[in-house]
């Protein structure tokens, strides 16, 4: 069975809390609270702002007012409410397709933005910076970009870290939500049990002159640390992450059974996203446990994340890099070339800092830590390297997309992070289509409200009280009206001798049209007889149940509707009914 490691070079220098203040930026990220006004531009210079305002109020169904014309000549419209920032831009692209209008967008509210006030950031997590940021930083993730343009409107994503635990830290605490201790092994897992809810890491060293990894701290510091509260430092999610541990790692790695089952308790305990910075050196078996969890993770929309490998070798030969639908992530140093560990090949989706360097925390990737030796101590933060540092890196990003579009798939994920990564400045040969950048692959998810979807169409429910009545040979029928229907489809079946029945056949209307939504009573002249209809009604989804009536006799030579005074129909002595 094969043992797997986490993947990282644990050079370890400790970080000092710098509380140096952050540099303040103009951004135009909409407010928490949304915006109340929409800039319109027209293709008629001399647009009439009043006479637009109620052409575009009967058009998107929204009350609004003209208040002034810009200096570029578009026009400012007030709404009757405050929307959020997801509505104001859904509503400005509705309002972009009405004729007459060639672009139209939110006013949004303009604040002063300051990087996160978490006190490594600007000085030691250069990860998180871009190449047109300040500082400039060709190796980073450019979320600080990313995040100017972040709003209130969004959905937690929970990110799974497979990894080694979770120690108490304040930096990650409040983003931490319940998870599991998948090792079936008491030697393994150095907490004198086997498989337990609690995650918590004792420590996968039992040597005192070695200090512990305290690997799934570092990793979960990456995705999801607590952002902008003053203290440490921030993580790549800005705080719309929920961080699950589920451990998997103890006293010298892990087993190939315990990720599998962890993987598929992950999927089926809520996870978006699961991030597995751990490695084997073996390839994945397309009939294997491993690929048999991670295909059902994604076929349940889950993204699965993991590191490429840490021997500078080709990743087709380490489980799970090797495996099918991941996204397996090479690391890049802060000079942007590939780090001089990192596993390459044709299986590299994308690259992310990963750090490199022997003795300085300014080339490594600093996160959460614990100073513990062989149990638990003090928090704290360090500097690390490896791709276990560059898949969380990826994992944050992907719950960041997840957050403000929570329909979007795993493959998308991918194609959006691959597609808009930047290319290498320097050397990186097998490291995918590029470095991953935050800020161009945000920008590129699909406009609209994703939090708030549109509502699929669904097929309309059955309608109520189909009624017959009979006179003078013609059956009248009425039916109550429902929601969302297109047409409604009616069929008759007339009763044979003794009690059987005969099929179905639809009824139309005279120019053999359905029945229209609009429609609730229809009028059949049938022969004499006993009948009995059924209805239902119809959109393009689909159908409802059909609907039942009561039989009702037909007798052309007969006045009244073929009832009794109760209400029961009436038979003919021979013939029956």
Known sequence: MPSFNRLNTPKAILASLLLSSSPMYLHAAPSATGTDQLIVKFDDQFANGRFEADRLSQAAGVPMSFLRETANGRLIFQLDELKSPNQAKGLAKALSKIEGISHAEPDIHMVPFALPNDPLLQDYQWHYFGPNSSPSEPGGLNATQAWENLDGSYQKAVVAILDTGSTDHSDLNANTIPGYDMISYVDIANDGNGRDSDPSDPGDNTDPTQRSSWHGTHVAGTVGAVTNNGNGLAGVGYDRVQLMHVRVLGVGGGTYSDIADAIHWATDNGANVINMSLGGSSSCDPNSSMQAAINYAVSNNVSVVVSAGNSNTNTANFTPASCSNVINVAAVNRSGGKANYSNYGDLVDVAAPGGEGSSSNSTYVISTYNDGVTSPGNEGYVGMVGTSMAAPHISG?????????????????????????????????????????????????????????????????????????????????????????????????????????????????????????????????????????????????????????????????????????????????????
């Open 397 to 577: 990003l992907a719950a960041l997309l997840y957050s403000e579009n929570t329909g979007i798939t795993p493959a998308e994920i991918e194609q959006l992070i691959k597609e808009n990564s930047r290319s290498f400045p320097a050397t990186c040969n097998g490291c995918g289509t590029g470095i991953a950048d935050a800020h161009l692959a945000m920008q590129s998810l699909p406009t609209g409200t994703p939090t708030d979807p549109e509502p699929t169409l669904q097929p309309p429910n059955a309608p109520t009280f189909l009624s017959p009545s009979a006179e003078a040979g013609n059956v009248s029928l009425s039916w109550i009206d429902v929601d969302t229907e297109e047409w409604y489809e009616l069929q008759v079946s007339k009763k044979a001798r003794g009690k059987k029945w005969g099929a179905y056949s639809e009824l139309l209307n005279a120019d053999n049209s359905q029945i229209s939504a609009d429609i609730t009573d229809f009028t059949h002249s049938p022969s004499d007889g006993t009948y009995k209809y059924r209805l239902r009604a119809s959109n393009s989804a689909g159908s409802s149940e059909w609907v039942l009536s009561e039989q009702i006799s037909v007798d052309s030579s007969s006045t009244d509707d073929g009832s009794d005074d109760s209400g029961n129909t009436k038979c003919h002595p021979k013939r029956g009914c």
